[in-house]
Protein backbone atom coordinates (compact mmCIF):
# COMPACT_ATOMS: atom_id res chain seq x y z
CA UNK A 1 0.00 0.00 0.00
CA UNK A 2 1.25 3.34 -0.76
CA UNK A 3 1.20 6.67 1.44
CA UNK A 4 0.85 9.41 -0.14
CA UNK A 5 2.99 12.59 2.52
CA UNK A 6 2.05 16.23 1.51
CA UNK A 7 5.55 17.28 0.80
CA UNK A 8 6.21 20.74 2.79
CA UNK A 9 9.70 22.52 1.30
CA UNK A 10 10.11 25.15 4.43
CA UNK A 11 9.66 22.60 6.99
CA UNK A 12 13.43 21.50 7.36
CA UNK A 13 14.11 25.19 7.18
CA UNK A 14 11.76 25.72 10.40
CA UNK A 15 14.34 23.01 11.99
CA UNK A 16 17.29 23.91 10.83
CA UNK A 17 16.27 27.35 12.23
CA UNK A 18 15.40 26.08 15.42
CA UNK A 19 18.61 23.95 15.64
CA UNK A 20 20.74 26.96 15.08
CA UNK A 21 18.79 29.22 17.41
CA UNK A 22 19.13 26.51 20.09
CA UNK A 23 23.72 25.83 19.73
CA UNK A 24 23.60 30.01 19.70
CA UNK A 25 21.12 29.83 23.03
CA UNK A 26 23.52 26.87 24.55
CA UNK A 27 26.47 28.32 23.32
CA UNK A 28 26.05 31.31 26.26
CA UNK A 29 28.45 30.52 29.44
CA UNK A 30 26.77 31.78 33.08
CA UNK A 31 29.26 35.10 32.59
CA UNK A 32 27.57 35.74 29.73
CA UNK A 33 24.04 35.18 31.33
CA UNK A 34 23.90 38.51 32.85
CA UNK A 35 24.98 41.01 30.02
CA UNK A 36 22.63 38.91 27.51
CA UNK A 37 20.01 39.78 29.86
CA UNK A 38 20.59 43.46 29.97
CA UNK A 39 21.78 44.15 26.35
CA UNK A 40 19.27 42.66 24.17
CA UNK A 41 16.39 44.57 22.43
CA UNK A 42 12.75 44.34 22.18
CA UNK A 43 10.30 46.13 20.42
CA UNK A 44 6.79 46.80 22.24
CA UNK A 45 3.74 45.70 21.09
CA UNK A 46 1.59 48.84 19.68
CA UNK A 47 -2.53 49.34 18.48
CA UNK A 48 -2.77 52.26 16.93
CA UNK A 49 -6.43 54.13 15.92
CA UNK A 50 -7.64 56.59 14.61
CA UNK A 51 -11.21 58.72 14.84
CA UNK A 52 -11.90 62.24 13.38
CA UNK A 53 -9.92 64.20 16.17
CA UNK A 54 -6.82 62.65 16.52
CA UNK A 55 -4.45 59.54 15.73
CA UNK A 56 -3.81 57.32 19.09
CA UNK A 57 -1.02 54.80 19.68
CA UNK A 58 -1.17 52.70 22.91
CA UNK A 59 2.45 51.16 23.77
CA UNK A 60 2.72 48.06 25.98
CA UNK A 61 5.72 48.67 28.66
CA UNK A 62 5.03 47.60 31.65
CA UNK A 63 7.68 47.81 34.35
CA UNK A 64 9.52 50.84 32.73
CA UNK A 65 9.66 54.04 34.58
CA UNK A 66 8.37 56.90 32.87
CA UNK A 67 11.78 58.58 33.39
CA UNK A 68 13.13 55.82 31.19
CA UNK A 69 10.79 56.55 28.29
CA UNK A 70 11.36 59.64 25.86
CA UNK A 71 8.88 60.16 23.17
CA UNK A 72 10.16 62.79 20.49
CA UNK A 73 8.51 64.50 16.97
CA UNK A 74 10.67 65.48 14.80
CA UNK A 75 10.40 66.21 10.86
CA UNK A 76 6.59 64.24 11.17
CA UNK A 77 8.09 61.59 12.25
CA UNK A 78 7.44 60.26 15.96
CA UNK A 79 10.26 58.62 17.58
CA UNK A 80 9.44 56.28 21.42
CA UNK A 81 12.67 55.49 22.55
CA UNK A 82 12.84 53.54 26.60
CA UNK A 83 14.64 51.16 28.29
CA UNK A 84 13.56 48.39 30.79
CA UNK A 85 16.38 47.51 32.97
CA UNK A 86 16.46 43.98 34.75
CA UNK A 87 16.29 44.47 38.88
CA UNK A 88 19.30 43.44 40.29
CA UNK A 89 18.21 42.28 43.53
CA UNK A 90 18.04 39.09 42.06
CA UNK A 91 21.09 36.72 41.27
CA UNK A 92 20.66 35.85 37.63
CA UNK A 93 22.06 32.26 38.10
CA UNK A 94 18.99 31.27 40.31
CA UNK A 95 16.62 32.02 37.38
CA UNK A 96 15.08 28.90 36.20
CA UNK A 97 13.61 30.91 32.85
CA UNK A 98 14.14 34.47 31.40
CA UNK A 99 11.01 35.08 29.54
CA UNK A 100 10.80 39.09 29.69
CA UNK A 101 13.00 40.64 27.70
CA UNK A 102 15.09 43.61 28.86
CA UNK A 103 17.21 46.73 27.43
CA UNK A 104 16.24 49.40 25.21
CA UNK A 105 13.72 49.89 22.54
CA UNK A 106 13.35 52.37 19.71
CA UNK A 107 10.03 52.34 17.55
CA UNK A 108 9.23 54.70 15.04
CA UNK A 109 6.39 56.14 13.11
CA UNK A 110 6.18 57.96 10.37
CA UNK A 111 3.47 60.51 11.12
CA UNK A 112 0.07 61.94 8.09
CA UNK A 113 0.06 65.30 6.77
CA UNK A 114 -3.18 65.93 9.03
CA UNK A 115 -1.43 65.57 12.54
CA UNK A 116 -0.98 68.57 14.42
CA UNK A 117 2.62 67.97 15.38
CA UNK A 118 2.61 70.93 18.23
CA UNK A 119 0.14 69.51 20.23
CA UNK A 120 0.92 66.08 21.03
CA UNK A 121 0.46 64.95 24.34
CA UNK A 122 1.46 61.37 26.27
CA UNK A 123 0.40 59.89 29.12
CA UNK A 124 1.40 56.79 30.92
CA UNK A 125 -0.52 54.80 33.21
CA UNK A 126 -0.57 51.01 34.49
CA UNK A 127 2.23 50.29 32.15
CA UNK A 128 0.64 51.67 28.85
CA UNK A 129 2.37 54.94 26.85
CA UNK A 130 -0.91 56.36 25.23
CA UNK A 131 0.18 59.05 23.26
CA UNK A 132 -2.60 61.50 21.73
CA UNK A 133 -1.47 63.15 17.81
CA UNK A 134 -4.61 65.14 17.37
CA UNK A 135 -5.34 66.28 13.95
CA UNK A 136 -4.78 69.57 12.40
CA UNK A 137 -8.46 72.03 12.09
CA UNK A 138 -7.88 71.96 8.11
CA UNK A 139 -8.02 67.87 8.31
CA UNK A 140 -10.94 67.15 10.41
CA UNK A 141 -13.99 66.17 8.45
CA UNK A 142 -16.98 69.27 8.23
CA UNK A 143 -20.57 68.56 7.63
CA UNK A 144 -21.98 70.51 4.38
CA UNK A 145 -25.47 72.27 5.14
CA UNK A 146 -27.61 70.83 1.42
CA UNK A 147 -29.99 73.02 1.26
CA UNK A 148 -33.45 72.13 -0.37
CA UNK A 149 -35.28 73.92 -3.38
CA UNK A 150 -34.61 74.39 -6.62
CA UNK A 151 -31.07 75.31 -8.30
CA UNK A 152 -32.77 78.59 -9.34
CA UNK A 153 -33.04 79.02 -5.16
CA UNK A 154 -29.42 78.37 -4.78
CA UNK A 155 -28.31 80.84 -7.18
CA UNK A 156 -30.27 83.82 -5.65
CA UNK A 157 -28.32 83.58 -2.90
CA UNK A 158 -25.08 83.67 -4.77
CA UNK A 159 -23.34 87.01 -5.88
CA UNK A 160 -25.36 88.82 -8.40
CA UNK A 161 -24.21 89.69 -11.78
CA UNK A 162 -24.59 92.89 -13.18
CA UNK A 163 -25.05 93.43 -17.11
Not at 17 to 28: L, P
Request: glycine share 4%.
Amino acid sequence: MTVLTRWEPFREFATLQDRINRVFRDSYSAADRDESLTTSSFAPAVDVYEDEHKVTLKIEVPGIDEKDIDVRVENNTLTVHGERKIEKEEKEENYRRVERQYGSFTRTFTLPQTVDTENVSATYDKGVLKIALPKKAEAKPKQIKVNIGSEKSIEAKGPSKAA
